[in-house]
Nanobody
Framework: QVQLVESGGGLVQAGGSLRLSCTASRLTFTTYAMGWFRQAPGKEREFVAAISWSGANIYYEDSVKGRFTISRVTAKNTVLLQMNSLKPEDTAAYYC????????????????????WGQGTQVTVSS
């Protein structure tokens, strides 16, 4: 069974930075696209960022473009989300997700594409 473990969440002031990390196990990392999603209380889960297996294709939700950066470290089976210039509206539980794509170099923004999910890590941005 694929396992995804997130870390790096916490409490930060507006304008600050956090780096989320997601380590995957029990999978061949280079056959999975990876994504980050978030869910605030009372709201639906929403797409944040996604990266294809090679890292060549990257997508961001409009509100995080220019502030967040997704990357992956194949040697460590890890996907990172660097979050800068954080805003109170970024407050949410952040989830890492994996989508089996074989060697197709794509990534998707819809949660329904992703078959595996982590437990989530809380990010709280104070004003």
């Amino acid at each position: 069974q694929v396992q995804l473990v997130e870390s790096g969440g916490g409490l930060v002031q507006a304008g600050g930075s956090l780096r989320l990390s997601c380590t995957a196990s029990r999978l061949t990392f280079t056959t999975y696209a990876m994504g980050w999603f978030r869910q605030a209380p009372g709201k639906e889960r929403e797409f944040v960022a996604a990266i294809s297996w090679s890292g060549a294709n990257i997508y961001y939700e409009d509100s995080v473009k220019g502030r967040f950066t997704i990357s992956r470290v194949t040697a460590k089976n890890t996907v990172l989300l660097q979050m800068n210039s954080l805003k109170p509206e970024d407050t949410a539980a952040y989830y890492c997700a994996a989508d089996y794509v074989s060697r197709t170099d794509v990534a998707y923004t819809r949660a329904a594409h992703y078959g595996y999910w982590g437990q989530g890590t809380q990010v709280t941005v104070s004003s």
